[in-house]
């Protein structure tokens, strides 16, 4: 069975193109509808009950395109949504969280993992949780980093950045410190200083990209249940955004590779 119904993926700004980049690479046969909430981002500042409600928001507005999946590439959702959140939903729901504490379970030698993820991931306790379902032997460092967020919407994502390297090498000290050998991104904003992060930590450290990791799952939940685009169509990316659609293409075009202008919109998500 082919279905020619699009993916659709949303995060709180420009962070969840990782996993669209991660997506179009796995499943280039595959439509994808993506939206970045960049009028209300950050959302790892927010309290849980307003991450809910954008949350909401940007799923109706996503299966408004008629989508066949749903993407949460955001994990501070992922780490602060419900079943009655959820519920909303008739599609296959995929989160980040959960695909990047397995992976990070898996890949770990010393069983020392650390976190780095916005004040809301990382408050909720919901990776602790996770990893230590999985294997509660495992050490479990979490920081929160709130100012890697605004410095990727706001482009400083240079691998050699002075400012972006300067905030790298405080929140990055408890994680050199810990010993961990494995370190998740436990936002899809924070492969797109994995530059940065590289040269900060070295190459002992193994980086676990939660957007990919989501993508990676979401493949094989299409698969499973027969809800594969046919191989003859060729995919196709629409972009819209609560923000600037020309601010959004400018710094959208180094992570995506291409330009994006053409297929970038600004819509009202408070109708939704």
Sequence with gaps: MNDSRPIGVFDSGL????????????????????FGDTGRVPYGTRSRETVRKYARQDMRFLLSHEVKMVIA??????ASV????????HVPFIEVLTPAARRA???????????????????????????????PDITLTPVACPLFVPLVENGFTADDDPVTTLVAQKYLAPVIESGADTLILGCTHYPIL??????????SVTLIDSGKEAAK?????LMQNGLLAADTQTGETQYYVSDSAESFAMLAEPIIGESVADCATQIDIDTY
């Design 217 to 221: 799952q979401a493949k094989s939940c």
């Design 194 to 203: 994995k530059g940065v992060l590289r040269r900060v930590l070295g190459d």
């Design 82 to 89: 419900s079943d009655d959140d959820l519920s909303l939903l």
């Design 105 to 135: 379970v898996s890949c770990t030698k010393n069983k020392k993992v650390a976190l780095i993820g916005t004040p809301a991931t990382v408050k909720s306790g919901a990776y602790e949780r996770a990893i230590h379902a999985l294997n």
């Design 15 to 34: 962070g969840g193109l990782t996993a669209v980049r991660a997506l179009q690479t796995l499943l280039p046969n595959e439509h994808i509808v993506y």
């Design 73 to 78: 590439a955001c994990n501070t959702v992922s």
